[in-house]
């Protein structure tokens, strides 16, 4: 099940921007809505200062891709809309094309967990240009979201250095689907629970809770609130400990935490949610220990993100489990993604393809052209760097990665390094190939992946840039077509 | 329509944090199910270190409420969850009570576009203690978001001086509802459109676009590309003219312009996407009142939001409307609203109310208790201050304003500023009651209020400090509660 499956009733065709169909209708009157196209989603920049992305939001696109249609009521509206001189912008002819329209397209995409880097294209899709056209803004929605919070909680998951780390983030989240696709994202990069009820019934997650200051308040002491909640639910007791006095809260929980064993249960553990963390936990885990708990787990939150664990983790802090909010669900410092959907080549029916580019007074928003593959190089298991190749041309021999803002920065990629390309085909004509990894695959695909990076281009500040280039041939490609544009010979 | 009955399917029952369903069943079993307990859903601080808030989410939060049903699946899932041992967390006659369950809370709240300020309740929530629990998770999901949204909008709006500003954030929004509650917010904030259709279908937007980049690709040249548009759209020409040259780009629009014109139809204006504005946007200005196109509009975007805009208009940029993404939509540098959900009083059935409050050891977050209504006094059609007190204590005479944090700062009202109450009636034992606002309404509010407020709120720096103030009973009702709490007397 996923968002869109479980979730959504409508249509969803019209979830795209107004200039999308109204470039649709205008390539409808010029009769060139059968060209080929090929439009390729990439970033230009890692989130978050960090130096690896990981990827997420593909399964949600799919679908969304297969569910597209538009209905009565959608070809009702976009009939309404008018332009400044009160007619209408769309006439009845094109609007039945639309509801005729089944998508052709071919999608090609790294699959879910896959660690990128800046301008390898996560998505390619390649079909008629009006149909290429009309879906980039919601595959831009899905996977620009999808994939800054898989980034950042495979960041948060390695500052936790193998400790737990849960998603809290439902309150604070984007909206609805802000929390359910954080959710999934959350899970995918590597969470070991969500809070969230729903969370856990889309995407299988576990769910984890304590409860609330309320609870406390709702009492006439600490003491008698959680007595109250080990009454109810013996095997699920983590008690919130900061309502009044973080300490004394300790010193409850170990109370009947002594009164649950006496019962046959155990006192899962506490959790600390102000103040100063560092010290609070070192001070509960001594008390913990001493009143015979040493497996009591303390479980800390407040505004976390990476940066403040791996501080935490510095200061000693005795936190087993770490609660992750809002800064996670919503990238809190970037909350979102700066990816972009282009087009990258073209050709009439029948035709040659001609490859595109758009040029920019910024050479990092030049972008590169054709219908292009990233091959990932592994020597003795580590990666060691990736060629973006034109899959007509093919890669020069032997593989050479050129770095297309500084052509004299190469790589020769070693001949015993082991090649694997990272698109695979995903649709055909519209259709299904193959299957695509479920949240629990992809979550493992992050972990085997991050493995397989230097451990430079994971850590948070100033991280080693990893090698990713371009084929020879498609360099020069590039070279020649921006030459072109600019209009200079080679 | 809303977000939640136009697209969403299944039950949001458990659009929850677990705590919130253990802490139900833990009250269950302690027998305290049916205790009333007010909540309050109130924020602490304004976002974006500005000077207001503007309250958003309500009519959503009200259907959610109105919606609320536990279905057979979702009581499967519940049944499904275990504790540390193995053990199901719920039983079975606990789960039958929450199919049976209907929301009997009654709920008060400030309407949709009212200009709010920390610690003033935006949603108070008076029922059993299970339902008015329950909810606050989705609560705080819809509320947070949307008020930060309309917040930011209203910002941005307020920089723009009188000019139209267009929501295009569908791209880069944090999932499809981040998208839908966010372009909702900022209809209500003041947008004057949105680009995205599905957005305009749901709330009435009106929508509006140009062309993208892409477009001028698939052609030849960008002077064939304008062409072919103004073919199939004479009546909605924006040309975006940034893909090779902006101002090679103004020149073939105006080409395209006289085409037109002598067609019969109007260029309706040009799109700047990168560069300088300022200066490009004066350029522009200049080559198209040159050529005979006074009215044609210049569009600007690329990353905008109010400090820009400001920042823009200073330095004399001819832009007529302004396109506002990626930090419209997300909120960008402070991407959640901090509000939170607390239990303020508390009684047995049949018995005396008991006010409640949270200790903290950082003053801000030491909670107000009550039933609490806020009174904004006026003066000469300018709001002067906002009188927090109790309903059942009625505020004390004079009124006065007293500073929670510094109780030495105190506002005495005028007598001859008119009182009014923020907090209105919306559902009384799970009924509606009046009429809710729709989004038109709620986005003249927005603007008939920032209108009553002194211009030193609205700046964007340093700004100007409304006065808020408890009520003298309700203030001494909260020193009596702390200090007994710390273990002092009065």
Request: glycine share 10%; proline share 5%.
């Amino acid at each position: 099940m996923s968002v869109l499956t479980g979730i959504y009733r409508s249509s969803l065709a019209l979830l795209t921007d107004l200039y999308q169909v109204t470039m649709a209708y205008a390539h409808w009157r010029a009769g060139t809505t059968r060209r080929e196209a090929v439009f390729q989603l990439f970033f230009r920049r890692h989130p978050f200062g960090g130096g690896f992305t990981v990827a997420c939001g593909l399964a949600p696109a799919v679908e969304f891709l297969e569910a597209f249609r538009f209905t009565t009521d959608d070809l009702d509206y976009l009939a309404s809309l008018t332009g400044n001189d009160g007619a209408p912008l769309f006439v009845e002819p094109f609007l039945r094309e639309l509801e005729a329209m089944r998508l052709e397209i071919d999608l090609d995409a790294v699959p879910e967990g896959t660690v990128v880097f800046p301008h390898e294209p996560l998505l390619r899709v390649r079909g008629p240009i009006l149909q290429a056209q009309l879906v980039e803004t919601p595959l831009l929605n899905l996977v620009n979201f999808q994939t800054l919070v898989a980034t950042k909680t495979a960041r948060v998951v390695l500052a936790a250095q193998g400790d737990p780390v849960i998603e809290f983030g439902l309150r604070r989240a984007q909206g609805i689907d802000g929390a359910l696709a954080a959710s999934r994202a959350a899970w995918i990069g590597g969470c070991a629970a969500s809070s969230s009820l729903l969370a856990g019934r889309l995407w299988g997650m576990p769910v984890r809770g304590t409860h609330a200051h309320s609870w406390v308040m709702a009492f006439p002491s600490e003491r008698e609130a959680f007595a109250a909640y080990a009454e109810a639910l013996p095997n699920n007791c983590i008690f919130l400990v900061d309502t009044y006095d973080s300490l004394a809260g300790v010193d409850h929980a170990i109370e009947i935490g002594h009164e649950l064993r006496a019962r046959g249960h155990e006192l899962v553990g506490i959790r600390l949610d102000s103040g100063d963390l560092a010290y609070l936990s070192a001070e509960a885990r001594r008390r913990l220990d001493a009143a015979g708990f040493p497996k009591a787990v303390i479980v800390g939150s407040n505004d976390l993100d990476e940066h403040l664990i791996e501080n935490l983790k510095l200061q000693g802090a005795r936190i087993d489990v770490w609660g992750v909010g809002t800064r996670l669900v919503t990238g809190w410092e970037e909350p979102a993604l700066g990816g972009v959907y282009k087009l990258t080549a073209l050709r009439a029916e029948g035709g040659e393809w001609e490859y595109k580019l758009k040029l920019s007074e910024q050479a990092i928003k030049v972008t590169n052209p054709g219908i292009q593959q990233v091959r990932r190089y592994r020597l003795a298991g580590e990666a060691i760097g990736d060629l973006i190749y034109d899959e007509l041309l093919g890669p020069a021999a032997p593989p050479t990665l050129i770095d297309p803002l500084d052509l004299t920065r190469r790589k020769r990629v070693p001949p015993e390094a082991e090649g694997e390309d990272l698109l695979t085909p995903v649709l055909r004509a519209g259709s299904r190939v193959g299957v695509l990894a479920g949240e629990a695959e992809a979550r493992k695909r992050v972990q085997r992946e991050l493995a397989e990076f230097h451990v430079g281009i994971k850590r948070f500040v100033n991280p080693h840039t990893y090698p990713v280039g371009l084929d020879q041939r498609l360099f020069d490609l590039r070279t020649d077509l921006a030459l072109a544009a600019r209009g200079f010979d080679r």
